[in-house]
């Protein structure tokens, strides 16, 4: 096959798999005409994960984030996730992780973790929580899906 023959051939099958998504769509309106009067799914309620003002900071290293979340629509198993930077850091440091009830109403999460007493200190630090879903994916191998993610400076107080 010649260079030429091969950038044609390319080419062809390049337009081939452009034009399939939309020949496809076509061939679903033929066969369905009355998709229009289908009417729309509910909306689902809003998702959002807060952090709360203030942390828990124990003696002993133990750090206590707390906020609330709202989430509808799970297939899979969802966790709060939290971490933590201080001083204008690089490295974050997860603060445990609380599983979550997707059902559409507000709940709270606490997440609790025992770091190194000299790691943090009472005052001002990033917090940063996360709400995310493992879905079934290729194979059934889990596959994450983030509903909602939220950052906020806090106050680290001595519990």
């Given amino acids: 096959m010649s260079f030429r023959q091969a950038v ?6 390049a337009l081939l798999l452009l034009t399939a998504p939309a020949a496809a769509h076509a061939l679903d309106e033929a ?4 998709a229009a009067a289908i009417p729309a799914a509910p909306v689902a309620a809003a998702e ?3 952090v709360d003002t203030a942390g828990k900071l124990s003696v002993d290293g133990t750090i206590t984030l707390s906020g609330t979340y709202r989430c509808s629509g799970a297939t899979g198993p969802v966790f709060v996730s939290s971490s933590l930077v201080q ?3 690089n490295v974050r440091h997860g603060i445990g992780g609380t599983r979550a009830v997707c ?3 507000e709940h709270r999460w606490a997440n609790t973790a025992r770091l190194d007493t000299t790691a943090f200190a009472a005052g001002e630090a990033q917090v940063e929580a996360t709400l995310m879903e493992l879905r079934p994916g290729f194979l059934g191998l889990p596959l994450p899906h983030f509903h909602a993610t939220s950052q906020r400076q806090v106050m ?3 519990a």
């Fill in 103 to 105: 059902d559409g109403a």
């Fill in 87 to 89: 001083g204008g850091g």
């Fill in 48 to 50: 959002s994960v807060t």
């Fill in 8 to 13: 044609g051939a390319a080419t062809g099958a």
């Fill in 31 to 34: 066969l369905v005409p009355a």
């Fill in 156 to 158: 680290l107080a001595q």
